[in-house]
C-alpha cells in the first residue's frame, strides 16, 4: 500500500504568497500579501497541514536590503497570519546571489532539504507550491509533486513550457488550498464510504489544469 504523504506543504514566497516585484521587496511596506493567500494558509493550517516556505532572497546578496528588513518583513508575516489563525512553521531562505554558486539557490534543492532535515519527514509526494520553474524543480528533485500558481511570474512560467511532469496549475494560492482540502474531503469521504460498504463517490475536482510534459522548454 502506498504511503499517505505527511501533512506538510511547501511554498514560494514572493509571487505566491505577496505580490512580486522585478525590482525585489525590499521592505515591510512593500511586502504586500496577494488577496487570499494569508487565508489560504490559515485554512491549510486548519486542516492539520504544516507550512513552511522557502524562498531565494538574493537581494541580501546584492546589497539591497538587509537582514533586519527581511525580518521585518517575515514578522508582517507572521503577525497577519497570527489575526487569522494561521502560521508559517518555518522560512528556509537563501540570501546568495548566483555568484556565489550555493547548494540552497533554487534550483538547487538545498532549501528544501534543510525543511526536512529541520522536521524529520519523507517528502515523496509533499506539495511543492511555485510561480518558477526553479521552484519546482528544487522540490522535484527530492520528490515532491509540483503545483503551479498563475500568480507572480506563473503565468509567464506556464507560457515557456517546459515543466515538471505532472505538474497541476492554480489560479492562486487560495485555489490551491482549495483543490487540496477537497481532495481530502473526498478521500476521507470515499474511506468512510467503503468501511460502510457502500460504493465510493466519485466527486468532481476544482479546476486546475494538468501540464502537457511534452511541452518542449
Same mark, same amino acid.
Given at each position: ?27 515591510? %511596506?512593500?511586502?504586500? =500579501?496577494? +488577496? #487570499?493567500s494569508l487565508?489560504?494558509? *490559515? ?6 497541514? $504544516?507550512? /513552511? ?49 550555493? %547548494?540552497?539557490?533554487? =534550483?538547487? +534543492? #538545498?532549501?528544501?532539504?534543510?525543511? *526536512?532535515?529541520r522536521f524529520?519527514?519523507?517528502? $515523496?509526494? /509533499? ?20 503545483h503551479l ?40 469521504? *470515499? ?27
Amino acid at each position: 500500500m502506498p504511503q499517505t504523504p505527511p501533512k506538510f506543504v511547501i511554498l514560494d514566497r514572493d509571487g505566491v504568497i505577496n505580490l512580486d516585484s522585478d525590482q525585489f521587496i525590499k521592505t515591510p %511596506d512593500e511586502w504586500i =500579501p496577494i +488577496p #487570499g493567500s494569508l487565508e489560504a494558509i *490559515a485554512a491549510l493550517n486548519e486542516a492539520g497541514y $504544516r507550512v /513552511v516556505v522557502a524562498s531565494n532572497q538574493s537581494g541580501i546578496g546584492r546589497g539591497l536590503f538587509e537582514m533586519s528588513a527581511l525580518n521585518a518583513m517575515h514578522e508582517k508575516m507572521y503577525k497577519a497570519l497570527a489575526r487569522l489563525g494561521g502560521r508559517v512553521e518555518a522560512i528556509f531562505f537563501c540570501p546568495h546571489t548566483a555568484a556565489d554558486a550555493c %547548494d540552497c539557490r533554487k =534550483p538547487k +534543492p #538545498g532549501l528544501i532539504q534543510q525543511a *526536512a532535515q529541520r522536521f524529520g519527514i519523507e517528502l $515523496r509526494g /509533499v506539495p511543492i507550491v511555485g510561480d518558477s520553474l526553479r521552484d519546482l524543480e528544487a522540490g522535484v528533485a527530492l520528490g515532491c509533486t509540483p503545483h503551479l500558481v498563475r500568480t507572480g511570474k506563473g503565468e509567464g512560467t506556464l507560457a515557456k513550457g517546459g515543466l515538471p511532469p505532472g505538474t497541476l496549475v492554480h489560479d492562486d494560492l487560495r485555489a490551491f488550498s482549495r483543490w487540496l482540502l477537497e481532495g481530502d474531503s473526498a478521500r476521507h469521504g *470515499a474511506a468512510a464510504a467503503s468501511h460502510a460498504g457502500a460504493a465510493p463517490v466519485a466527486t468532481a475536482g476544482r479546476a486546475t489544469s494538468p501540464v502537457d510534459s511534452t511541452n518542449p522548454r
